[in-house]
């Protein structure tokens, strides 16, 4: 069974630009969640969806973004990068609606390392 | 205040000397708590969850077990391996996460 699978692995972007990341879940799952993840504050949770709903949203600014498709499928997007966004980039799926947040076990996919300069 | 905080945060080990990481968390309205280990430059990896107070898992030589207010994870003859960083999270109250920030384990020959 394949895993949560996330594209593009390494992006150079420059601050002030926009970048579009993506997450395809297991087979099956039906929740996507994002987090970032840097070497000062850890990991730190985005926003999860399920349905294409978003059902649960972290302490972010709405440059960050994301959306959800009717195969699962999943995007984030950031807009007008800064150079604090430079960080690994995780997508997380689940069979049930809440993920972690709800004591459902996630599974990573292998991340974005996003690098602004 | 951290809501999770675990210890310590580096650790050597050599090869065979066996050891626990803790995780501790101030959370109230536990749903779950989760173990992952993560690789340098991958993604975390799925170990263990647990729920209730008592409950234990095993796994390899990886062992986790939860209290009202921490969880130990506890690393039996470990080999190189295992080193790893791993990562304690918390899914708590109404639909939060909080994660911590990993306790890094060097294991050596």
């Known amino acids: 069974k394949a895993g949560v699978t996330q594209t593009p692995r390494y992006l150079i972007k420059t601050r002030g630009q926009q970048v579009t990341l993506s997450c395809s879940p297991i087979?099956?799952?039906?929740?996507v969640s994002w987090y970032q993840q840097t070497p000062g504050q850890g990991l730190q949770f985005l926003f999860e969806?399920?349905?294409?709903?978003?059902?649960n949203k972290g302490n972010f600014p709405g440059r960050f973004s994301g959306r959800q498709f009717s195969n699962s499928r999943s995007e984030m997007n950031v807009s007008t990068l800064e150079l604090g966004d430079s960080a690994l980039y995780l997508c997380?799926?689940?069979?049930?609606?809440?993920?972690?947040?709800?004591?459902?076990?996630?599974?990573f996919g292998e991340g974005s390392w996003l690098t602004v300069v | 205040e951290d809501q999770v905080t675990q210890s310590p945060e580096a650790l050597r080990l050599q090869e065979g000397e066996s050891s626990s990481l803790n995780c501790s968390y101030t959370?109230?309205?536990?749903?779950?708590l989760f173990w992952y280990r993560q690789d340098p430059g991958k993604g975390p990896e799925f170990l263990f969850t647990?729920?209730?107070a008592g409950e234990e898992k095993e796994k390899e030589r990886l062992k986790a077990t939860l209290t009202k207010k921490e969880s130990f994870l506890h690393i039996t003859a470990p080999k190189p391996e295992d080193s790893a960083t791993y990562l304690c999270?918390?899914?708590?109250?109404?639909?939060?996460?909080?994660f911590g920030k990993g306790n890094q384990v060097v294991v050596i020959p």
């Open positions: 087979s099956g799952h039906r929740s």
């Open positions: 647990l729920y209730s």
């Open positions: 999270a918390v899914g708590y109250g109404n639909n939060r996460l909080a």
């Open positions: 997380a799926s689940s069979p049930e609606v809440g993920g972690a947040a709800a004591g459902n076990t996630i599974y």
């Open positions: 959370v109230s309205g536990l749903r779950g």
């Open positions: 969806y399920f349905s294409e709903t978003q059902r």
